[in-house]
Nanobody, 124 residues
């Protein structure tokens, strides 16, 4: 099992930027796909972005395409989410997740390991 811890969340004004990080520890040997999800109050957890083990394939939700960038540094066992042009509707708790193969996934059920989440609040 991979343990995940997110960081980098906070309060930002609309139009601003944040970079989220997710540090992986534990059983980090082997290939695994990773992703970011978010959950706003009263809403279901939704897909944000995903990346394969090699980083060659990335997927984004339509709502963040062109504004968010997912990346990873396997040498540091760290996943990133660069968020630009933030909007109030991006306000949510952001979770990183890992899946036990190198492929990307867009469904929460695809992922077996989850971090505790980091809150992001975008003020208007």
């Amino acid at each position: 099992q991979v343990q995940l811890v997110e960081s980098g969340g906070g309060l930002v004004q609309a139009g601003g930027s944040l970079r989220l990080s997710c540090a992986a520890s534990g059983r980090t040997r082997g290939t695994y796909g990773m992703g970011w999800f978010r959950q706003a109050p009263g809403k279901e957890r939704e897909f944000v972005a995903a990346i394969t083990w090699t980083g060659q394939t990335r997927a984004y939700a339509d709502s963040v395409k062109g504004r968010f960038t997912i990346s990873r540094d396997n040498a540091k066992n760290t996943l990133y989410l660069h968020m630009n042009s933030l909007k109030p509707e991006d306000t949510a708790v952001y979770y990183c997740a890992a899946k036990p193969d190198g492929r990307a996934g867009t469904r929460p059920a695809d992922f077996g390991s989850w971090g505790p989440g980091t809150p992001v609040t975008v003020s208007s």
